[in-house]
């Protein structure tokens, strides 16, 4: 059963990662913590297992995107040049920081998250193109930030990169192949800074390198990488439009899932 739910949760993510170049995380990272919990993996741990595992993933998902969209011509490979070493430097930072965090305010601060990311993808808020791409230091600030946060929360980046190049009059499908590309920087780095920060936790379960779980690291990637290509095909021949906004109540139960799923339970119960 655990297993099936690790190929279900790599062919979604996998889609995701192609599709919107968000690499899956939004996903991905909600249902490890459940799994988790189930498996009945110490409290202190299993978010931070949930983040580094994803990222983890997102190495090989965004590899076989990266590949598809490079295909099409789409990737902007100087931009991407541009900004990568500053994803890089803010993801490691990021990876530090949540590291700093305790589990159960790690759910609140990815619960806060994922209830924004919905309202913007299930409204369709983004900015309007209205500007060129920044300068270098423009582009290191932006790219740390954007590093940092998806470091924090176990993602690729996309649901902040895309509307950024969007809005920096960057072309939609040019913008999400980019993204994707830049997916790349923030999970190798966050997979292998989560590995040192986790290595020889006290609390780690079994089969753990750091704090990346591998059961379900090969789970997940096993069907994400083939899913990954049918999603960066369905980007270049259908409207997202509704499939946003599908994807938008998922994570709108999500996050409320994160914030107060706790307390309606005992109140359920009580």
């Not at 995380?25 to 741990?45: Q, W």
Request: net charge positive.
């Amino acid at each position: 059963m655990v297993l099936a739910t690790y190929l279900l949760l790599g062919a979604l993510a996998g889609v995701l990662a192609g599709l919107f170049g968000i690499g899956g995380g939004l996903v991905i990272v909600p249902v490890l913590v459940f799994t988790f919990s189930f498996l009945g993996m110490p409290a202190e741990i299993l978010t931070h297992m949930a983040v580094a595992t994803s990222l983890a993933t997102i190495v090989v998902t965004s590899l076989s995107s990266i590949k598809t969209h490079h295909e099409k011509g789409v990737v902007d490979w100087l931009l991407f040049k541009q900004v990568a070493p500053w994803i890089a430097v803010g993801t490691v930072v990021g990876v530090f920081t949540a590291g700093l965090l305790q589990g159960y305010l790690l759910q609140k601060i990815i619960g806060v998250y994922a209830l924004v990311v919905a309202v913007q993808m299930g409204f369709g808020l983004k900015p309007s193109p209205s500007r060129t791409l920044p300068g270098v230091a423009g582009l290191a600030g932006v790219g740390g930030f954007i590093g940092w946060v998806s470091a924090i929360f176990g993602i690729g980046g996309g649901s902040l990169s895309v509307p950024f190049f969007n809005w920096c009059n960057v072309r939609m499908q040019k913008a999400v192949a980019t993204s994707a590309a830049c997916g790349f920087p923030i999970a190798i780095f966050g997979a292998v800074t989560n590995v040192y920060q986790g290595w020889q936790h006290a609390l780690l379960p079994e089969w753990s390198l750091g704090f990346v779980y591998l059961p379900a690291f090969i789970g997940i990637v096993v069907t994400s990488t083939y899913f990954a290509k049918v999603g960066a095909h369905l980007a270049h021949r259908l409207s997202a439009d509704v499939l946003k906004r599908v994807f938008a109540v998922m994570l709108l139960l999500v996050g409320l899932q994160f914030l107060v799923g706790e307390q309606l339970r005992q109140a359920f119960i009580g």
